[in-house]
């Protein structure tokens, strides 16, 4: 998990072009979609649509556009119809890739992603082939110098909340919770700590882990990676990689 967090951070705080910005819009968009559409389009009654909107919002999302997109889930709106699968494989150094997908075409998508596995060095396998290894969870993540607290006093207030796991590293602190008391976790601590998170999202994270100690395998693994990421289909990508920091640094 630490390898993987790591190099989203890395990549986070790099200057965000137009294209990556637009690409965002309209992945959130799709999110915003689904979301109305599996659970209705009022936030208050809709936990994963109201964190789709705050993180719509983040990036500045103009509310015109989060609307449409409600009412286009809710069926208020025009459009083709999103559709969300799961996509499973293995890229460089047997690592597990597994791909969150929300599409209007599936066999376009197919195509395109079986084609970025096989050009990087990767599988795309059966569907099952690695979804085991993951776990649904809520994922809370602050960096240190963001902190107001001392970490360990953190710590204890996470333990407070109910989080399910804490983990401490480098760069921060990981709050892990059960996504029934995602929201819960997060707002106590916001209430309690003047909180800035790096990261509030519920993900797939790996029960295990991968290290992939060779730099040319972690440097053709992080390009697929990308590649993935950058789709526009692609909603989420999770894996079980864990890449030694002093390769990671040559990498940025």
Known sequence: MAGHSKWANIKHKKARTDEKRGKEFTKIGKELIIAAREGGGDPENNARLKMIIQKAKAINIPNDNI???IKRGTGDGEGDTIEEIKYEGYGPGGVAILLSIATDNRNRTASDIRHLFSKYGGNLG????VGWMFKRCGLLEINKEDLSMDIEELELLAIESGAEDIRQNEEGLEIITEPETFEAVKDFLEKEADIKWNLAEITMIPENTVE????????????????LEDHDDVQEVSSNFSIPDEILDQLQ
């Open 67 to 69: 609307m449409r997109a």
């Open 126 to 129: 059966e569907t099952g082939c």
């Open 212 to 227: 992939v100690a060779n730099f040319e395998v972690a440097q053709k693994l992080l390009k697929l990676i990308d590649v």
